[in-house]
């Protein structure tokens, strides 16, 4: 299985900000994505980074709010612009095994934005 | 398009008793990908299990179990003796392969607690 990281593990941020969340892979994965969970809710997909093009952004969620970087096979992060309230919640990176895993989607520790 | 339906938002039950999780999807795939995470109080999310649309056979982990039918779009989870450590929100979720890129599409989710 694959290992993920994320930093940062939590942050607090005033509203008007921005924040990079990290999110990186401890081996060469073929996909890599990013949800939000807000508080009390289930995840939903914000994107699907991908490597050396643009992210491809769910309904709802665009590029100007949540730009996305995938410079290379294990690494990408997600920067949440101009910060509001609603945007506290936790944001998670998430890869697609590869090998004997395919298809095995594994996530990242999770990173717990709150916006004052 | 797919969907992922948990009806069961919250189970309580007492040390050592069994409880069933449900978990019915929707999809126009005829391949697709089966998945329970848990999310304990910490706030990772843990990989549980993954199963393909063409394998209907039910798998014993441990104290896991799954059930697995097809016939009624159903992929139900069945934790036996449950201890307190399973207290947590457990998600079902579903993947179509070929059509949605290997999104995942969780369910609300099903938050369990076991008392001693």
């Known amino acids: 299985s694959a290992v993920i990281s994320q930093k940062p593990s939590r942050d607090i941020c005033q509203r008007g900000t921005s924040l990079t969340i990290q999110c990186q892979v401890d081996?060469?994965?073929?996909?890599m994505f990013w949800y939000r969970q807000q508080p009390g809710q289930s995840l939903t997909l914000i994107a699907t980074?991908?490597?050396?093009?643009?992210?491809?952004?769910e309904s709802g969620f665009v590029i100007d709010k949540f730009p996305i970087s995938r410079p290379n096979l294990t690494f990408s992060t997600l920067t949440v612009s101009n910060m509001s309230p609603e945007d506290s919640s936790i944001y998670l990176c998430?890869?697609?095994?590869?090998?004997?895993?395919?298809?095995?989607?594994?996530f990242g520790p999770g990173t717990r934005l709150t916006v004052t | 398009a797919q969907k992922v339906t948990q009806a069961q938002t919250e189970i309580s039950v007492v040390e050592k008793e069994d409880v069933t999780l449900d978990c019915v999807y929707e999809?126009?795939?005829?391949?697709?990908?089966l998945f329970w995470y848990k999310q304990p109080p910490s706030g990772e999310l843990v990989f549980l299990i993954r199963r393909n649309s063409f394998d209907e056979q039910n798998e014993i982990s441990g104290r896991y179990s799954w059930n697995f039918q097809k016939s009624t779009s159903s992929f139900n989870f069945t934790i036996t003796a449950s201890q307190v450590v399973d207290s947590a929100v457990y998600f079902c979720a579903l993947s179509e392969a070929l059509t949605a890129g290997n999104k995942l599409t969780f369910g609300g989710g099903t938050r369990v607690l076991v008392k001693p």
């Open positions: 998430s890869a697609l095994g590869t090998s004997v895993h395919l298809y095995e989607q594994y």
């Open positions: 081996s060469q994965v073929t996909m």
């Open positions: 999809t126009r795939d005829t391949t697709y990908y």
């Open positions: 980074a991908n490597q050396g093009s643009e992210a491809t952004y």
